[in-house]
């Protein structure tokens, strides 16, 4: 079973890098794209029970003062901590590319009594709000927010059924 712990900050405000990228993403002509949030995202592909995987979210993963995070479970987990996006932005390491914050992730859970956390993955998550159609948050994916070479992303609309990978 998967574990996913999406991470992100408490107020708009405190969302500094969301401001960046929206800051950048206007430099590529981008139309209908109003806002941007930015998240961490944190898959556990193990058999933890949900009181260690709170553990991990209150612990490591985030801090109480300028965080909030949400715990999902299973392998199709849909996406509740930020409502209202037009399109949903995830971006992962591609298989067989060192992912060092899943290490660190990994020995922090030792420190915590976890021995047994095995296949954890780390991405970013970005909720685009606006009318920005599926073509430009591609744009945005491939020119912006994702490397290519290490990283691959994938889009999901939050009002159909719409999905792009690249």
Same mark, same amino acid.
């Given at each position: 079973? /998967? ?112 021995? /047994? ?50």
């Amino acid at each position: 079973m /998967n574990w996913r712990v999406e991470v992100t900050a408490k107020k708009v405000a405190l969302d500094s890098e969301g401001k960046d990228v929206l800051s950048n993403a206007r430099d590529l002509s981008l139309k209908g794209l109003d806002s941007i949030r930015t998240g961490w995202i944190y898959v556990l592909d193990d058999t933890l029970d949900a009181s260690k995987v709170a553990l991990l979210a209150d612990r490591l993963l985030s801090d109480p003062i300028e965080h909030q995070y949400v715990i999902l479970e299973g392998d199709d987990c849909d996406s509740a901590l930020v409502p209202g996006s037009r399109w949903e932005v995830e971006v992962h390491y591609k298989k067989g590319v060192t992912d060092t914050t899943a290490e660190s992730l990994a020995r922090g859970a030792e420190d915590l009594g976890i021995t /047994n956390l095995k296949g954890i993955r780390t991405g970013r998550i970005y909720w685009l709000f606006g009318t920005i159609s599926l073509d430009d948050a591609n744009r945005l994916a491939s020119g912006l927010l994702a490397n290519g070479i290490v990283q691959e992303y994938t889009i999901t609309s939050r009002h159909s059924d719409e999905r792009v990978q690249g």
